[in-house]
């Protein structure tokens, strides 16, 4: 063995000893299985084992998964459900008509299930809600995955309640509900959108929630109510035979709600946020919540300038089926026939996006940042992490300001993390004198664009003004908790871990792009580089903040974090998912090294 080899295989082992862990250890496993592999194989050539081994495994497998299926559909209902409505599987056909700029349509299967508000448990081992004593259906509704995040100790009803009443509405308009969305099958769903049919104490149709969802894990929900003077949609335009007869069916069975509102939420990137939707919807459970009549909506897209761009329908492609009145063998041939629908809606959409941009020559338009009125997407790790320290860093500058502040703090993208109220020790004193501000950001994002920042003042006005990361209710009272008398922290700490993180993020630090897009494909933006920031950097207040009041844990946390977003900065074009990239291919390499 030669000498580099000798001094490679000795850096790799310390290099596990030092900073090793399971995925290593699962690394070098796999690459001592593929190098010794063959010979392992060729001890077995010659005798039955191998056949045996992969016969026994193949039988084990196949009884296991029949047995699986067996048992999960045949668990009852271990409550009981004397409401209006049922749970209820909806096979479905979606259509998309475009008709400007240029023409372009598509249908595919689409599969709803529908459940009452108020209903939990599970329905003949095909439905479930809340995870009735762990039980879980073959299609499960979670009630974390609706309306505001989180929050699913609620229950569909609880979180309703309070969407309802954020809009100013009170719940008790609305004492029966029905829920049709795309539910999870083994944990995995994609769901575009959501119907949520609000019903008076007549059990008549009175208004629907649209809860929308982006590709870019954004969300927006509309709330429609009957109106008689609301001008009809415009002409749908669809040639399927089975769609026609479900609407000629429905109409003569229940009065649609029809409504048109403004567009402000960004779903296609072939779509500029500007227009107006359209939607025209039936009564499924009509009449009473107690029939089972055919999913009908249509929704509209019209231009900014009058023009009808799109017409989408979803629409019951056969009867609705109760799962509770399903033998085994009709639950083995639905989920046969439906299993992998769930599966391929984002396949098929990015699919038909393909085509729009590379055969029909659709510009792109640029995805923006959510407004007020939407929800963020979900923060990522880094986001996550960042954001409780956040709000403890706004909580300490409200507590410590010398004016009469309430700030409202209304955080994005964190599960189950609700708005607080902060009150400065002169409000706390005398309310009435105090100046109250929402501050709500729009999009984590800003956790991880906040750090970047030396000065607090200038970080907040650049994500305001220039980035629209962040709302505020009076930006006049911006500068009473932001503006610092005293001069930038100095880098005082007792402990060389510390003092060697917080080195590096002060040399490494740099204010952040602009999040700055053309609006469509077809233009470029305003600059074409990023001008160069010549200030020296001390440490920001938060970095002092961090240091000087949170305890070890959040330290560190703080300092992997930041420095981590700083250096995915420099070699990974600022993302993070690149950077542990970047890493496990030098662990790779490191592994081969030593196995080689």
Same mark, same amino acid.
């Given at each position: 063995?030669?000498?580099?080899?000798?001094?490679?295989?000795?850096?790799?082992?310390?290099?596990?000893?030092?900073?090793? @862990?399971?995925?290593?250890?699962?690394?070098?496993?796999?690459?001592?299985?593929?190098?010794?592999?063959?010979?392992?194989?060729?001890?077995?050539?010659?005798?039955?084992?191998?056949?045996?081994?992969?016969?026994?495994?193949?039988?084990?497998?196949?009884?296991?998964?029949?047995?699986?299926?067996?048992?999960?559909?045949?668990?009852?209902?271990?409550?009981?459900?004397?409401?209006?409505?049922?749970?209820?599987?909806? #096979?479905?056909?979606?259509?998309?008509?475009?008709?400007?700029?240029?023409? !372009?349509?598509?249908?595919?299967?689409?599969?709803?299930?529908?459940?009452?508000?108020?209903?939990?448990?599970?329905?003949?081992?095909?439905?479930?809600?809340?995870?009735?004593?762990?039980?879980?259906?073959?299609?499960?509704?979670?009630?974390?995955?609706?309306?505001?995040?989180?929050?699913?100790?609620?229950?569909?009803?609880?979180?309703?309640?309070? %969407?309802?009443?954020?809009?100013?509405?009170?719940?008790?308009?609305?004492?029966?509900?029905?829920?049709?969305?795309?539910?999870?099958?083994?944990?995995? !769903?994609?769901? $575009?959108?959501?119907?949520?049919?609000?019903?008076? /104490?007549?059990?008549?149709?009175?208004?629907?929630?649209?809860?929308?969802?982006?590709?870019?894990?954004?969300?927006?929900? %509309?709330?429609?109510?009957?109106?008689?003077?609301?001008?009809?949609?415009?002409?749908?335009?669809?040639? +399927?035979?089975?769609?026609?007869?479900?609407?000629?069916?429905?109409?003569?069975?229940?009065?649609?709600?029809?409504?048109?509102?403004?567009?402000?939420?960004?779903?296609?990137?072939?779509?500029?946020?500007?227009?107006?939707?359209?939607?025209?919807?039936?009564?499924?459970?009509?009449?009473?919540?107690?029939?089972?009549?055919?999913?009908?909506?249509?929704?509209?897209?019209?231009?900014?300038?009058?023009?009808?761009?799109?017409?989408?329908?979803?629409?019951? +492609?056969?009867?609705?089926? +109760?799962?509770?009145?399903?033998?085994?063998?009709?639950?083995?041939?639905?989920?046969?026939?439906?299993?992998?629908?769930?599966?391929?809606?984002? $396949?098929?959409?990015?699919?038909?996006?393909?085509?729009?941009?590379?055969?029909?020559?659709?510009?792109?338009?640029?995805? $923006?940042?959510?407004?007020?009125?939407?929800? @963020?997407?979900?923060?990522?790790?880094?986001?996550?992490?960042?954001?409780?320290?956040?709000?403890? %860093?706004?909580? !300490?500058?409200?507590?410590?300001?010398?004016?009469?502040?309430?700030?409202?703090?209304?955080?994005?993208?964190?599960?189950?993390?609700?708005?607080?109220?902060?009150?400065?020790?002169?409000?706390?004193?005398?309310?009435?004198?105090?100046?109250?501000?929402?501050?709500?950001?729009?999009?984590?994002?800003?956790?991880?664009?906040?750090?970047?920042? /030396? !000065?607090?003042?200038?970080?907040?006005?650049?994500?305001?003004?220039?980035?629209?990361?962040?709302?505020?209710?009076?930006?006049?009272?911006? $500068?009473?908790?932001?503006?610092?008398?005293?001069? #930038?922290?100095?880098?005082?700490?007792?402990?060389?871990?510390?003092?060697?993180?917080?080195?590096?993020?002060?040399?490494?630090?740099?204010? #952040?792009?602009?999040?700055?897009?053309?609006?469509?494909?077809?233009?470029?933006?305003?600059?074409?580089?990023?001008?160069?920031?010549?200030?020296?950097?001390?440490?920001?207040?938060?970095?002092?903040?961090?240091?000087?009041?949170?305890?070890?844990?959040?330290?560190?946390?703080?300092?992997?974090?930041?420095?981590?977003?700083?250096?995915?900065?420099?070699?990974?074009?600022?993302?993070?998912?690149?950077?542990?990239?970047?890493?496990?291919?030098?662990?790779?390499?490191?592994?081969?090294? /030593?196995?080689?």
């Amino acid at each position: 063995m030669s000498m580099p080899v000798t001094v490679l295989r000795t850096a790799a082992l310390c290099y596990y000893l030092i900073f090793g @862990g399971t995925g290593d250890a699962i690394i070098i496993t796999a690459l001592i299985l593929w190098r010794r592999g063959p010979l392992i194989l060729r001890s077995l050539e010659g005798t039955r084992l191998e056949a045996i081994v992969w016969n026994l495994a193949i039988g084990a497998g196949t009884l296991a998964s029949l047995r699986y299926v067996w048992r999960r559909s045949r668990k009852a209902d271990p409550s009981t459900w004397d409401g209006p409505g049922r749970p209820l599987l909806f #096979p479905c056909q979606t259509t998309h008509t475009r008709l400007f700029p240029k023409k !372009h349509s598509f249908s595919y299967s689409y599969l709803l299930v529908g459940i009452p508000v108020d209903w939990k448990g599970v329905a003949g081992g095909m439905i479930s809600n809340d995870a009735h004593h762990g039980v879980k259906g073959w299609y499960n509704i979670d009630p974390a995955d609706y309306l505001a995040r989180g929050d699913g100790q609620l229950g569909l009803r609880g979180k309703l309640d309070a %969407y309802l009443e954020s809009q100013g509405v009170d719940s008790s308009r609305y004492p029966f509900a029905y829920l049709a969305t795309a539910a999870r099958f083994l944990g995995y !769903h994609f769901n $575009p959108v959501s119907f949520w049919y609000l019903y008076s /104490a007549q059990k008549s149709l009175a208004a629907i929630i649209l809860e929308v969802n982006n590709t870019f894990d954004e969300r927006r929900m %509309y709330y429609l109510t009957i109106d008689d003077d609301t001008t009809e949609s415009i002409q749908r335009l669809d040639n +399927d035979g089975s769609a026609d007869n479900t609407q000629a069916r429905q109409a003569e069975q229940s009065k649609p709600l029809r409504q048109t509102w403004p567009k402000d939420f960004h779903v296609s990137p072939f779509n500029s946020r500007k227009g107006a939707y359209s939607l025209t919807a039936y009564d499924p459970l009509f009449p009473n919540m107690e029939g089972r009549c055919p999913i009908n909506s249509t929704i509209n897209l019209i231009s900014s300038k009058g023009h009808a761009k799109l017409v989408a329908r979803i629409f019951s +492609d056969g009867d609705a089926i +109760d799962p509770v009145e399903m033998t085994l063998l009709q639950k083995f041939k639905f989920l046969a026939s439906w299993w992998w629908v769930g599966f391929v809606t984002f $396949p098929r959409i990015v699919k038909e996006a393909g085509l729009l941009f590379f055969k029909r020559k659709l510009h792109v338009w640029y995805r $923006p940042e959510p407004l007020k009125s939407s929800i @963020g997407r979900q923060a990522d790790k880094t986001e996550t992490l960042l954001e409780p320290l956040f709000r403890k %860093y706004l909580k !300490h500058l409200v507590e410590q300001s010398p004016e009469p502040l309430i700030v409202q703090y209304i955080p994005s993208g964190i599960a189950g993390a609700s708005a607080v109220t902060m009150m400065s020790s002169p409000a706390q004193k005398d309310p009435g004198l105090a100046k109250e501000m929402e501050f709500k950001v729009l999009t984590p994002a800003f956790y991880s664009r906040f750090v970047f920042y /030396a !000065h607090d003042l200038e970080a907040i006005f650049c994500e305001l003004s220039e980035n629209n990361t962040i709302c505020v209710s009076k930006r006049e009272l911006l $500068p009473r908790l932001f503006v610092k008398k005293q001069p #930038p922290p100095l880098l005082q700490t007792a402990s060389y871990t510390d003092y060697g993180y917080f080195s590096a993020i002060k040399n490494l630090r740099q204010r #952040p792009e602009r999040i700055e897009r053309p609006l469509t494909s077809s233009q470029t933006g305003t600059t074409t580089h990023s001008q160069q920031d010549i200030r020296g950097f001390r440490l920001s207040s938060m970095d002092g903040y961090v240091l000087s009041h949170e305890d070890g844990k959040a330290k560190q946390v703080y300092r992997e974090s930041v420095l981590r977003l700083f250096v995915a900065e420099k070699v990974a074009m600022g993302s993070v998912d690149i950077l542990q990239l970047e890493h496990w291919i030098l662990r790779l390499l490191v592994a081969w090294v /030593a196995v080689s």
